[in-house]
């Protein structure tokens, strides 16, 4: 069982050193929050939020390839946030509850809602690269969508609230280029400026997930897909006249809607399968089980 005052004698200054690792992080460079953000996803949808992401082992989560086109710079920053909070509670403070806060810390630096994060998961022993086929491909359809939330025990609604996260960050030209010159579900004006950077064949470069406003944490992405400005081929499936279609339309116009469905939905992604008691370990290296 998590709770938000789990630190609250133990370390009492492991928030507040999260949210100022992560605060300057983002002052400097706008997609540490939106990198960090993933990393919790990825993280949760994968055997639960216990840090096995972070484990860097050769045959590991990192070499499969929805963890491929994670940002680099994701992790350096949480490691040296880790660390700041090791030098004032050794020992103490799990990878997967950091991943958990700084995700949020992410949200709210850019602009975005908080939410109290529930505290206590402990770190995995082990990576778990098999079930990282959790993770729905950016090539999805609305229905597999649905099914990798349902596995989930996420509804229709957090999986369009959770899908606003788009509203920050890059993705990758080989993310999209499918999207972008086969499908027909798109702004021809907006595909048309996307290919000039972006080759048929697919590609390293990026474009912002949310062009409107790529480092704002609001609902533009909802207004994109009204007109088919979604850049992922899994994101225009939201809203492709099937039955996520009202959710969107009501994200686009109320953007309290958003943020609370957004909020709500990510306390339960952040409660899937944690380790708790005394499961797993608290990693001091959140990159590998201690030795
Ligand atoms: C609905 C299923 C989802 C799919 C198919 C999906 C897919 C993707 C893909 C393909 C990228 C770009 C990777 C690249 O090419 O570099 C991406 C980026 C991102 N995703 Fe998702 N995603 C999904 C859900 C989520 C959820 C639930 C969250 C968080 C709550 C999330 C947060 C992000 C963020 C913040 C980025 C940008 C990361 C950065 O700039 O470093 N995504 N996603
Ligand atoms: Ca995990
Ligand atoms: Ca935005």
């Known amino acids: 069982q998590l709770s938000s005052t789990f ?13 100022s690792g992560v605060t300057a992080a983002v002052a400097q460079e706008a997609r540490v929050g939106a990198s960090l953000l993933r990393l919790h996803f990825h993280d949760c949808f994968v055997q639960g939020c216990d840090a096995s992401v972070l484990l860097n082992d050769t045959s590991g989560e990192q070499n499969q390839i929805p963890n491929q086109t994670l940002n680099p710079r994701g992790f350096d920053v949480f490691d040296s946030i880790k660390a700041q909070v090791e030098a004032v509670c050794p020992g103490i403070v799990s990878c997967a509850d950091i991943l958990a806060v700084a995700a949020r810390d992410g949200v709210v630096a850019l602009g975005g809602p908080s939410w109290t994060v529930a505290l206590g998961r402990r770190d995995s022993t082990a990576s778990f690269p098999a079930q990282t086929s959790d ?40 993310s999209f280029n499918d999207h972008i010159y086969n499908d027909t579900n798109i702004n021809p004006a907006f595909a048309m400026s996307l290919r000039t950077n972006c080759p048929a064949s697919g590609s ?33 499936e939201l809203f492709n006249n099937g039955s996520a279609d009202s959710t ?27 380790l708790t008691g005394s499961q797993g370990q608290v990693r001091i290296n959140c990159w590998r089980v201690n030795g």
């Open 204 to 236: 390293s470069s990026l474009a912002p997930l949310d062009a409107m406003t790529p480092t704002a944490f609001d609902n533009a992405y909802y207004t994109n897909l009204l007109s088919q400005r979604g850049l992922l081929h899994s994101d225009q």
């Open 7 to 19: 630190y609250d004698t133990s370390c009492p200054s492991a928030l507040s050193t999260i949210s």
């Open 135 to 174: 993770l729905p491909p950016p090539t999805s359809s609305l229905q597999q969508l649905l099914r990798a939330y349902s596995k989930k025990n996420l509804n229709q609604t957090d999986m369009v609230a959770l899908s606003g996260a788009h509203t920050i960050g890059q993705a990758q030209c080989l």
């Open 248 to 274: 969107v339309s009501s994200f686009a116009a109320n953007a309290a809607a958003f943020t609370s469905a957004f909020a709500t939905a990510m306390v339960k992604m952040g409660n899937l399968s944690p």
